[in-house]
Each structure stands twice: as C-alpha cells, then as structure tokens.
C-alpha cells in the first residue's frame, strides 16, 4: 500500500558529505511530515531530521548544523544532504511519512558508513 524508495547511502571518509534522497513511490494515503530516522549497530532507531509539508524542519542535536533536509511537495520526496560526517554518523539511514491517519511507514533503510 506504501512504498518508500531510498538512495544514496554508500561509504564516506570522516569530513565527507552525502546525500540520501527517498521517494514515495506508491501511497494510498495522504501524509503531511516527511523524515528520517537512523539506527546504529547496538543501538535504538532515533530521529535524525524531520520536515512538515510547509516546510518547518526539526533535527536532531547531533546534526544540527551539519545536516539539511528538504522536499519536494510536486514530486513526493525527501532529501537529506549530509556534510562534515563523522565516524558515529555510521547506521543505517531510515525515511518515514507521517499519514494524516496517525501512522508511520518506512523505507527499507541505505547504509551510511564512515570510515577512513
């Protein structure tokens, strides 16, 4: 019923940027915030970024400054453009849509390793 596709998680040294982009390739149901999560070996799934339809963005701390999402409403996709990343940015990366139901759906997660 939902499907989120992601792309352009890969290996980075300390320093480097990427950018994970996610697009909604099939909903049923109408959604309003737009995010992602990451999750780190050993560790809990935590919020990275998340970003409302009008544009109002929140991050997480630990990336505040060095992380920026966007979206594009005309084509249902999310980007998170990440620079100056550090070794314990390394997990894997999750995009999510808030329904105007209530619930949450998921990617399947990009792996983003950094590591020299």
């Known amino acids: 019923q939902v499907r989120l596709v992601e792309s352009g998680g890969g290996l980075v040294q300390p320093g480097g940027s990427l950018r994970l982009s996610c697009a909604v390739a099939r909903t049923i149901f109408g959604f309003d915030n737009m995010g992602w999560y990451r999750q780190a070996p050993g560790k809990q799934r935590e919020l990275v970024a998340t970003?409302?339809?009008?544009?109002?963005?929140n991050y997480a701390t630990s990336v505040k400054g060095r992380f920026t999402i966007s979206r594009d409403n005309s084509k249902n996709t999310v980007a998170l453009q990440m620079d100056s990343l550090k070794p314990e940015d390394t997990a894997v990366y999750y995009c999510?849509?808030?329904?105007?139901?209530?619930?949450?759906?998921w990617g399947q997660g990009t792996q983003v390793t950094v590591s020299s």
């Open positions: 999510t849509i808030d329904h105007y139901n209530g619930q949450r759906s």
């Open positions: 970003i409302t339809r009008d544009g109002t963005t």
